[in-house]
């Protein structure tokens, strides 16, 4: 920003005022200096103490080609408007939208709060800011929101600071903030929602990278309303329910599932209620091949899946029947063409009269299950079916609030990398690592929670490739072993070590210690929990698969 509230003086503290046209001329001289030095900082203006004047400022600047080339983003303040009546700017705010559409660039709300002193620190305050949010998110299609202040020795901070006894306390504004901020994942897109019902104010994100879905209700009335939710093209079926409200901070209340296409809800008067998406069904891919007539796959022929159903190609955990295509190029004739879903192929044996032939398959999806008891601790995890992209922050929301952060092991180096939900929320960079079949993964969950996982067997991918040391491996079939029939038949694997969630303590299975007679506990290797194994050397492990 070139200046704060370049449209605001006091003798309260330090300000700078700009006119419009000092605003645009300072914009070519700092862009064109950032532009010579290499530096990739973004410039946004004007940042006026108010919606309304940000117009004359952004008219002036825009209207220079020079000095719009180096404009990123349009921000304001909202110090325009009566704290207590949100409502009151509602047609600027629609004025504001048009100028964002009308220069394509994204809108910044800066710095806003309540200043005065009689209500700071009420609850009354709290659902004011939420009202806010709201409005500059929906009516005026902003992308951000900055509140003042986090830290604050008054009332009016999200958290006030007593000097004198070296306390504080985190005010109901807080969890009005944390209704938006801690379910709305940077990068997420608004998409369609509204209300008939004129006490209600609802929005809706989608965070693209994973596909969940947040939703906000604020009921700004002082009764209680009974209502359902109509989803449309929405694919999750479960929603986590947190509410704040006079009594409540934030607070999970439980979960509402989807019937007959509708979410049935109860909103207390003066709440805000954020529902986040989650599924005991998690979407998967559908995955195809190609056999010659020894059954042996072959590698060469290139494999097409598509359909008309947006859910079978990338995410799908419904069953029913779709048709796929499968392209085979260079390949013999009469082969066969097989599709996987759940490890269940559906195979049609066909002649291929000329290479570069699409052949139409019916395919009939089933899904595959299995439910995971993660223990209070540690809890040693691998995806134990084929399933749609998962991160560490995703694997972490879909297993909830109880899960708390995730370590991979990087057999290269040797070393854990860890992903932690409290150091991400407090803006910590984390890696937000893939979640692969193979893999093992330690997730540190804070009481007994259950995981249930929907996807396609592993029977395509069973080759791992093992460093000399330690490596966290995943087990890929659906049934179970034992250590000395799954892993030790291995010439080069040492040693094993399974991790017992209930006692968080490990037990190993060694080679060496075998053949010097001293016996060794054949414990059973089950789906969905990962291993670590020693290897004397890098090498791949191969066990099974077509």
Same mark, same amino acid.
């Given at each position: ?20 046209e ?36 952004i ?60 209500d ?10 939420a ?57 997420s ?93 998690m979407p ?35 069953e ?46 089933k ?44 057999s290269?180096? =040797? @070393?854990?990398? /860890? *992903?932690?939900?409290? #150091?991400? !929320?407090? &803006? +910590?960079?984390?890696?937000? $690592?893939? %979640? ?8 540190y ?26 490596n ?8 179970s ?14 040693s ?7 006692t =968080? @303590?490990?037990? /190993? *299975?060694?080679?060496? #210690?075998? !053949?010097? &007679? +001293?016996?060794?506990?054949? $414990?059973? %290797? ?21």
């Amino acid at each position: 920003s070139i200046q704060n509230e370049p449209d605001f003086s006091t003798e309260g503290w330090e300000t700078c005022t700009y006119t419009p046209e000092q605003m645009r001329d300072v914009i070519k001289v700092v862009g064109a200096k950032l532009r010579a030095e290499g530096l990739s900082t973004k410039i946004i203006c004007p940042e006026t103490a108010g919606c309304s004047s940000a117009m004359k400022y952004i008219d002036t600047v825009m209207a220079d080609p020079e000095a719009t080339q180096y404009v990123y983003a349009f921000a304001h303040h909202l110090y325009d408007i009566n704290f207590f009546n949100p409502d009151e700017k509602l047609t600027q705010m629609r004025i504001m939208a048009g100028y964002a559409s009308r220069y394509n660039r994204p809108l910044w709300q800066t710095e806003y709060s309540y200043l005065g002193t009689v209500d700071a620190g009420t609850f009354k305050e709290a659902l004011a800011t939420a009202r806010h949010i709201h409005n500059f998110l929906t009516v005026e299609n902003g992308s951000v929101y900055l509140v003042w202040t986090l830290f604050w020795y008054r009332e009016t901070g999200l958290i006030t600071i007593y000097s004198s006894n070296n306390s504080y306390k985190v005010n109901p504004v807080y969890y009005a903030v944390k209704q938006y901020s801690k379910f709305i994942s940077p990068g997420s897109r608004r998409i369609y929602a509204s209300s008939n019902i004129s006490d209600l104010l609802v929005s809706a994100y989608l965070n693209e990278p994973n596909g969940n879905v947040t939703i906000v209700i604020i009921n700004k009335g002082s009764d209680t309303v009974k209502t359902k939710i109509q989803l449309k093209n929405i694919q999750w079926n479960l929603f986590k329910q947190y509410r704040t409200s006079i009594t409540e901070k934030c607070e999970y209340i439980g979960d509402i599932k989807e019937s007959g296409g509708f979410l049935e809800i109860t909103l207390p008067p003066e709440s805000i209620t954020t529902l986040m998406s989650y599924s005991s069904i998690m979407p998967f891919n559908v995955y195809g091949y190609v056999k010659d007539e020894k059954e042996n796959r072959i590698s060469e022929a290139l494999v097409r899946i598509s359909s008309s159903i947006d859910c079978v190609s990338t995410r799908s955990g419904r069953e029913g029947e779709y048709n796929v295509t499968i392209l085979v190029k260079d390949v013999k004739d009469n082969i066969r063409i097989g599709a996987i879903h759940d490890g269940k192929s559906g195979l049609a044996k066909v002649s291929i009269l000329s290479n570069n032939k699409s052949i139409q398959v019916n395919v009939t999806i089933k899904t595959s299950s299995i439910t995971l008891c993660l223990k209070s601790g540690y809890n040693l995890f691998s995806l134990p079916f084929l399933n749609h992209s998962l991160t560490a922050s995703s694997l972490l929301e879909l297993i909830g609030e109880q899960a708390q952060s995730i370590f991979m092991y990087n057999s290269s180096i =040797q @070393r854990f990398i /860890s *992903y932690d939900r409290k #150091l991400a !929320e407090f &803006g +910590i960079r984390q890696e937000d $690592f893939k %979640i692969e079949p193979n893999v093992g993964y330690f997730i540190y969950v804070s009481n007994n929670v259950n995981l249930t996982i929907f996807g396609a067997e592993n029977i395509l991918d069973r080759i791992i490739p093992l460093k000399k040391g330690y490596n966290l491996i995943g087990w890929t079939f659906s049934n179970s072993s034992r250590v000395s029939i799954a892993f030790m038949n291995f010439s080069f694997i040492e040693s094993v070590f399974m991790f017992d969630a209930t006692t =968080q @303590r490990y037990v /190993s *299975y060694d080679r060496k #210690l075998i !053949e010097f &007679g +001293i016996p060794q506990p054949d $414990f059973e %290797i089950v789906p969905g929990q990962g291993y670590f194994v020693f290897s004397s050397k890098d090498e791949n492990l191969y066990y099974g698969g077509i």
